[in-house]
């Protein structure tokens, strides 16, 4: 479902991706674990298209996205929520979703209807506020609902653009022990042909959600494979925890 | 996002109710004054409309609206083109220009937005101040007004002028609604409050800000042409950056991205000027002095600030109420 | 008009002046936008103001009386300016700054008018500098050589000031962070008043030079406006790289423009402007990438 071959990327002399390659399989969950700075967040910009890479391609549904802009690779289905919240903050919880919602059904562009009263829009608004939980939220503003609300709505503007594939940027990012077990709920009780690429600090959530893991560590995938064998791999406890433990 | 409420319905009611007695009643300066200020306020919602709901701060659209009206004069006049076809084709024709301007500065911000734009504004300026066959610096005379005989209507009276302009002004704040409120308008809306995430999110974000400029370019565009057909004379100083100034000026004055607000700010403007201009030649020292308070005020204008009174005072009314029927209410929707 | 040696040396040294004219005014608007962040549309009104504090002096002292002084009079206003109005829009958004600004450049036109009138004044250039001098094959007025050898001049000694000293070295500090500037014990408070002063300084300056080779009037600061910013924004904010690149861009495409393609010249440096804005959304050399 999305690929990437032999991906790279420098700023100035610092290599932040090294030939990257990874392969996910249509419902696959795969978690990216790795210490800050290993080039975690600067794959998904590749992927999404933020960033251009120096070199290797990006698949998605089997075709070579590469060269397409950021928003055209988002309509073929890859979504993205952000480590940091990127929402609209002057809207509501309702509009944020039916903004992303209208982009799936093809309303936001129109100017003969209202985006976000279409029948469509709503199912989708109402579908994916259940998921995440923000049913009790829908008409606060942004700015006025708490931050882990803002979270779940982080992931919840990602889903209501119905994507083939979502990145997430540390989900739980900011949030304490109770809500982060909210999330692996909310997490594996996403729809199963959804393909989801993780990033995470909290392992447990890693081992609890994840299908396969790929671990990177200064830009480079050092691992690649089943969560059993990531718990008991020698090389992982050294970058990782190692890292972990000195952060 | 753009919502009407019962102060914005009430002080349309009262904006119409006042330019329709006036229309009725007023004489002949009243009446140039009440078209002046009905002109104003089309090119105002246009602009308001891009900066209010889109965050594009646009310093060209005096110039578009000179283009509207260039192009009615060209075409009524020198092309010999029926008048109502003219102002069809002077309304899509500034719209082209505000297309290509909004989509060649969709990538531009803030500073860079307002300096991009006001250099496409001075350009046409230029490009109409240096060109012969428009008249350069002396401009057009002689253009005339609609031909409505047919429906019983005499333009060249100035009652009817006005009532006319007062109707198309009517139009184009339905329009203005329909467009803030229709996907594309949601989606500018969207842009405004972040466009990295309306793009992640799959949104062509410079299409979304070209078309609502051309849409926005339209209005202004027949704002110009209603002002070529009033003085029946047109001149470069009509495309001068000071108009696009003056009209940022009124948007700011009245309340930017209310949409009510510039209608008022454009009342206020125009019947300043004058009652200025009446009593002083330094009219423009007193607009400025208010124009500096306004903004260092941080109110959102003259509308802004008493919406937010009025919010105040409702949200205290309910903050009461919830308070008395059930003691842990929850917050309303603001 | 032949197009020989003595046409090229003409029109390049008329260029060559009116971009030292504009470098005058746009460096001190690029580097207080650079540093503070601060669009202030007000600063050609600045320079309408030191031309009239020049020909007001002019009438007591003589030029230099106003050469010297038109300057450090136009600091005072900008000290005023500073204290009353733009400490408090320093953190506002660019559009509530670009208000704030078009309304003092209302409030300026007609204070001029009120205390200067509407009538054009005239400054006559110092007898020292009045002759013309034989130059590449052509007798060109002393005065605009003056004014490129005074434009040429602050350019070396803002060149040196901003890269070899430690107050340059703060503010370029500041330009790039000012966040983390302050955080290094810098005061960029009075830093941003500093620069300030000295931007306004530098406009009065170039209102005074101005003022013989134009007739003074008070929309003089609105007519210089346009060109300081079309120079700063293709040179980029923030850089003297940039205004003095922009200048020199502007003035040769404008002089040149107008004696070589007339029916295009004004149109032509718009058009160099959107096209700037198209390939390098944020000028040819900004003060941070």
Not at chain 1, 35 to 40: D, E, M
Request: hydrophobic fraction near 55%; charge should be neutral; charged fraction near 15%.
């Amino acid at each position: 479902m999305l690929e990437t071959r032999n991906l790279s990327k420098s700023f100035g002399a610092i290599q932040v991706t090294r030939n990257v390659s990874l392969k996910l399989e249509r419902g696959e969950r795969r978690v990216i674990l790795g210490p800050n700075g290993a080039g975690k967040t600067t794959l998904f910009n590749l992927l999404v298209g933020e960033l251009t890479p120096d070199a290797g391609s990006v698949h998605l549904a089997g075709e070579d996205v590469t060269a397409l802009p950021v928003a055209k690779r988002a309509r073929r289905g890859l979504s993205r929520s952000y480590q940091k919240n990127t929402l609209f903050d002057g809207l509501t919880v309702e509009q944020n979703l039916g903004l992303a919602a209208a982009l799936y059904t093809g309303h936001a562009t129109r100017l003969w209807s209202d985006s976000l009263a279409k029948p469509e829009v709503r199912e989708i608004v109402a579908e994916v506020a259940e998921q995440v939980n923000l049913m009790p939220h829908l008409h606060a503003r942004v700015s006025e609902v708490s931050y882990g609300v803002r979270r779940q709505l982080e992931v919840g503007v990602a889903l209501a653009t119905r994507p083939l594939v979502l990145l997430m940027d540390e989900p739980t990012s900011g949030v304490g022990p109770e809500m982060s077990k909210g999330f692996h709920d909310l997490l594996n009780n996403l729809p199963r042909d959804l393909t989801l690429l993780i990033i995470e600090h909290d392992m447990d959530l890693a081992f609890d959600v994840a299908d396969t893991i790929t671990v990177l560590n200064y830009g480079e995938v050092v691992f690649d494979g089943l969560p059993e064998e990531a718990r008991g791999s020698k090389l992982l406890k050294e970058i990782y925890l190692g890292s972990w433990e000195d952060a | 996002m753009f919502k009407h409420n019962t102060l914005r319905y009430a002080v349309l009611v009262l904006l119409a109710a006042g330019a329709l007695f006036q229309a009725l009643t007023a004489e002949y300066f009243g009446l140039e004054i009440l078209t002046e200020i009905l002109i104003l306020a089309m090119l105002v919602l246009a602009l308001d409309i891009v900066a209010g709901f889109g965050g594009m701060v646009s310093l060209c659209h005096g110039a578009l609206m000179g283009v509207g009206a260039y192009a009615f004069a060209l075409l009524a006049g020198q092309a010999g083109i029926a008048p109502v076809l003219a102002m069809a084709g002077a309304v899509a024709f500034s719209g082209g220009i505000a297309w290509v301007i909004g989509a060649i500065c969709a990538r531009s911000h803030g500073i860079y937005f307002i300096m991009a734009t006001l250099a496409f504004g001075q350009m046409a300026y230029s490009f109409v101040f240096e060109s012969p066959v428009l008249g350069g610096d002396d401009g057009i005379s002689g253009i005339a007004r609609l031909d409505l005989t047919q429906i019983g209507v005499d333009l060249n009276d100035s009652r009817s002028f006005a009532l006319f302009c007062l109707a198309l002004l009517a139009v184009v704040y339905g329009a203005s609604v329909l467009i803030l409120r229709s996907g594309l308008g949601r989606s500018l809306s969207g842009v405004m409050h972040n466009e990295q995430r309306m793009r992640a999110l799959g949104l062509t974000v410079w299409r979304v800000k070209a078309d609502v400029f051309g849409l926005s370019g339209m209005i202004a565009g027949l704002a110009g042409a209603l002002a070529a057909q009033h003085s029946m004379f047109i001149s470069p100083g009509l495309l001068s950056w000071t108009v696009s100034g003056e009209a940022l000026v009124v948007v700011i004055l009245g309340g930017l991205g209310t949409l009510v607000g510039p209608l008022v700010g454009a009342v206020a403007f125009v019947v300043l000027k004058h009652e200025l201009s009446a009593i002083t030649t330094y009219w423009h020292l007193i607009v400025g002095v208010i124009l500096i308070a306004v903004v260092m005020s941080r109110a959102n204008g003259i509308f802004g600030w008493i919406e937010a009174r009025w919010g105040a005072r409702i949200e205290r009314r309910v903050a009461d109420a919830t308070r008395k029927q059930q003691p842990d209410g929850v917050a309303s929707d603001a | 008009m032949s197009l020989d040696l003595g046409f090229w040396a003409l029109q390049g040294l008329n260029a060559l002046q009116l971009s030292m004219l504009l470098f005058l005014l746009s460096i001190g608007l690029t580097v207080i936008f650079g540093l503070m962040h601060f669009v202030n549309l007000a600063h050609g009104s600045l320079y309408a103001l030191g031309a009239y504090f020049a020909a007001t002096l002019a009438g007591f002292g003589g030029y230099w009386a106003g050469f010297f002084l038109a300057p450090v009079a136009v600091a005072g206003v900008g000290v005023l300016l500073y204290s009353g109005l733009i400490r408090r829009m320093r953190k506002s958004g660019p559009m509530a700054q670009v208000l704030v600004t078009f309304g003092l450049i209302f409030a300026m036109l007609d204070l001029t008018r009120l205390f200067w009138g509407d009538l054009a004044l005239a400054i006559e250039v110092p007898e020292v500098l009045g002759g013309r001098v034989a130059l590449l094959g052509i007798e060109y007025p002393t005065y605009r050589l003056f004014i490129i050898a005074l434009g040429l001049a602050i350019f070396a000694a803002l060149a040196f000031v901003l890269g070899r000293t430690q107050i340059g070295a703060m503010i370029r500090a500041g330009v790039d962070n000012d966040a983390m500037a302050a955080c290094l014990g810098i005061n960029v408070e009075r830093l941003f008043f500093i620069v300030f002063c000295v931007g306004c300084a530098l406009a009065g300056l170039a209102g005074a030079v101005a003022a013989p080779l134009l007739s003074v009037t008070p929309d003089m600061g609105l007519q210089i406006l346009i060109p300081t910013l079309i120079v700063i924004v293709i040179g980029g904010l923030g850089s003297l790289k940039g205004a003095i690149a922009g200048s020199l861009i502007f003035g040769f495409v404008q002089t040149f423009g107008a004696v070589l393609a007339p029916q295009l010249a004004s149109v032509l440096i718009y058009a160099l402007l959107a096209a700037v804005l198209v390939v390098k959304p944020v000028g040819l050399f900004p003060a941070k990438g």
